[in-house]
């Protein structure tokens, strides 16, 4: 019996070749790789970046690809910055030269022709929702409902926006957004 084979992204060494405040708490990294050169990127396309804790723990942080550039070998990260932990640290830290390990790129996502398309999460899905609008047809209705803390963290969708303020109230919880949904009507047509 042979084993089964097992499939793994591929490593990357980067470096950090810029890094831009895009609201109070989300900062945009952009990385560069010569391995990521010529290298096509679908839509909602996340990278795992290998990160330390403070204690030296080897962990490990997703991020989808907001832009890239691949005659360049560049991807631009939007980092939240909530919290204490490793990702928000290093995307609040992260410094031209700075060098970081990466896997990937993931994921599969396929864009259908549809009607209308509706897309809902936090400030941790918006930059896959802005990459998702932007990749859609002009020709197709799409609508994004985003629960952020306040208006200051209002970013370009590219599409119609639902932006829904959490305030005070803490991030993780989908009541705000069902909310939000209940509230709206979307016009699939």
């Known amino acids: 019996m042979t084993a089964p084979l097992v499939r793994r992204s591929p490593a990357h060494r980067a470096r950090v070749v810029a890094g831009t405040s895009l609201t109070p708490r989300m900062r945009r990294v952009t990385v560069q790789a010569d391995t ?7 839509p909602a396309q996340d990278v795992e970046l290998l990160l330390r804790e403070n204690d030296g ?24 910055l909530l919290g204490a932990g490793p990702g928000a640290h290093w995307g609040a830290t992260a410094t031209v030269g700075e060098e970081v390990e990466f896997q990937g790129p993931r994921g599969k996502l396929e864009l259908r022709p549809a009607p209308a398309h ?4 936090d400030e941790s899905a918006l930059p896959a929702i802005a ?24 970013l370009p969708v590219g599409r119609p ?24 009507a979307v016009d699939p047509t």
């Open 36 to 42: 990521m050169r010529g290298v096509a990127i679908r």
């Open 57 to 80: 723990r080897r962990v490990k942080r997703r991020y989808t690809i907001r832009r890239a550039r691949p005659d360049l070998g560049e991807l631009d990260l939007d980092v939240v």
């Open 118 to 121: 509706l897309l809902v999460g």
């Open 131 to 154: 990459a998702i609008c932007a990749a859609l047809p002009p020709d197709e209705a799409a609508t994004a409902v985003i629960e952020i803390t306040d208006g200051t963290d209002e």
């Open 161 to 184: 926006t639902i932006w829904v303020h959490r305030g005070t109230q803490p991030p993780g919880g989908a009541e705000l957004l069902l909310d939000a949904l209940g509230e709206h």
